[in-house]
């Protein structure tokens, strides 16, 4: 967990996928986690977005990444998708239509619903 968290302060993807996962699989450990997190995450912002299909969702989320970059912020965007019924993963997979943002400094990762 040391080494997680250490690799979550450097912003390093594989930490931040391992994390992710971590809230979506297993309780108790998630509990550990977000208790030592949010001690350090004081100017976190959460932003929400959602609409329905065509709306440009994933357009504002594109340039509103971009807009964060150049302030300074390291974005991480969770997008969440309806569940295929065949792989149960997600079906969309936003990031395809966030072409602008998807450098080194976003983190985008696709969640089924």
Not at 3 to 17: E, Q, V
Not at 24 to 53: Q, R, V, W, Y
Not at 59 to 73: C, D, E, R
Request: no cysteine; net charge positive; hydrophobic share 40%.
């Amino acid at each position: 967990m040391v080494d997680l968290l250490s690799d979550l302060k450097k912003g390093k993807r594989g930490a931040i996928a391992k994390a992710i996962s971590i809230v979506e699989n297993d309780p108790k450990e998630t509990k550990k986690l977000l208790k030592i997190i949010f001690k350090d995450s004081g100017n976190s912002s959460i932003i929400g977005i959602t609409g329905p299909a065509g709306a440009g969702k994933s357009s504002l989320i594109n340039k509103t990444a971009i807009s964060l970059k150049k302030l300074g912020a390291k974005p991480a965007v969770l997008a969440i998708d309806p569940t295929s019924h065949v792989t149960g993963g997600a079906i969309l997979g936003d990031r395809v239509r966030m072409t602008e943002s998807t450098d080194s400094g976003t983190y985008i990762r696709s969640i089924a619903s």
